[in-house]
């Protein structure tokens, strides 16, 4: 699908293209932004053991890890 330039349309067609994703918008189903940080703190906490950012990764496992010093004399 190509790329649309904005600048490119009449006023009536971005008008449309508006319109258009009005419509889509509208059919979603909205939630409280309460209930929707509750889930996500929820979803967070359970998985936290597991994430790496949280717990770190094993030395083993690191693949950043130094292999060697680097020594000046």
Not at 8 to 28: G, N, W
Not at 35 to 60: A, F
């Amino acid at each position: 699908m190509p790329a649309i330039n904005i600048e490119d349309l009449s006023e009536k067609d971005k008008l449309k293209m508006e319109v258009e994703q009005l419509r889509k918008e509208v059919k979603l189903e909205r939630q409280p932004v309460s209930k929707c940080s509750e889930d996500i703190k929820n979803y967070i906490e359970e998985r936290s053991g597991e994430d790496p950012l949280v717990k770190g990764v094993p030395e083993e496992k690191n693949p950043f890890k130094e292999k060697g010093g680097c020594v000046i004399a």
